[in-house]
């Protein structure tokens, strides 16, 4: 539908999902958009901040909805039912433990939207990122590494730390 672009590689996503998406805006109509905030917005996924004095007054999601809305939501909400861990549950996890499981639906329904985008606007296949790190197991590979560079830095042997190898 999407010119080779399989959307129902995105977990979540279903037939009824991708047929919303091409009966509703269509592969034409996604071009239209600039950037993928411009299509969230338009679909009211995107928080409307309002800002006075540096102070976040407001960050709630606009009214309306529209038919491909309803489906990215019924998406995210299949995503979050999932049993097996992926990234993008996971993403809705952290959201559902921090905010309720509303904030998360609406906040995975608008990643899916920029995932959609991307893959159809600029021709990417979906690839699961498995390997994503949060920060504190960035910092560990960091700290791991550095340490690593020292011990090369010196020429360090096990026997002059004095590491027990069995």
Same mark, same amino acid.
């Given at each position: 539908?999407? #010119?080779?672009?399989?959307?129902?590689?995105?977990?979540?996503?279903?037939?009824?999902?991708?047929?919303?998406?091409?009966?509703?805006?269509?592969?034409?109509?996604?071009?239209?958009?600039?950037?993928?905030?411009?299509?969230?917005?338009?679909?009211?996924?995107? &928080?409307? @901040?309002?800002?006075?004095?540096?102070?976040?007054?407001?960050?709630?999601?606009?009214?309306?909805?529209?038919?491909?809305?309803?489906?990215?939501?019924?998406?995210? @909400?299949?995503?979050?039912?999932?049993?097996?861990?992926? &990234?993008?549950?996971?993403?809705?996890?952290?959201? @559902?433990?921090?905010?309720?499981?509303?904030?998360?639906?609406?906040?995975?329904?608008?990643?899916?939207?920029?995932?959609?985008?991307?893959?159809?606007?600029?021709?990417?296949?979906?690839?699961? &990122?498995?390997?994503?790190?949060?920060?504190?197991?960035?910092?560990?590979?960091?700290?791991? #590494?550095?340490?690593?560079?020292?011990? @090369? #830095?010196?020429?360090? #042997?096990?026997?002059?730390?004095?590491?027990?190898?069995?």
């Amino acid at each position: 539908m999407f #010119k080779g672009i399989d959307l129902l590689a995105i977990e979540g996503m279903s037939y009824n999902t991708a047929l919303t998406i091409m009966s509703e805006i269509g592969y034409e109509g996604i071009h239209k958009f600039k950037t993928a905030k411009h299509f969230t917005s338009w679909l009211r996924l995107a &928080p409307n @901040n309002k800002v006075n004095g540096g102070k976040v007054l407001s960050s709630k999601i606009g009214k309306g909805s529209s038919r491909l809305k309803i489906a990215l939501r019924n998406a995210a @909400n299949a995503i979050g039912n999932l049993k097996d861990s992926t &990234p993008l549950r996971d993403f809705f996890h952290r959201i @559902n433990f921090r905010k309720g499981r509303v904030s998360a639906i609406t906040a995975t329904a608008r990643k899916l939207a920029i995932i959609i985008w991307n893959m159809i606007v600029k021709a990417e296949q979906y690839l699961n &990122p498995e390997g994503y790190l949060y920060l504190d197991q960035k910092r560990k590979l960091g700290l791991v #590494k550095r340490i690593q560079k020292q011990i @090369n #830095k010196f020429d360090l #042997k096990p026997e002059d730390l004095e590491f027990k190898t069995s």
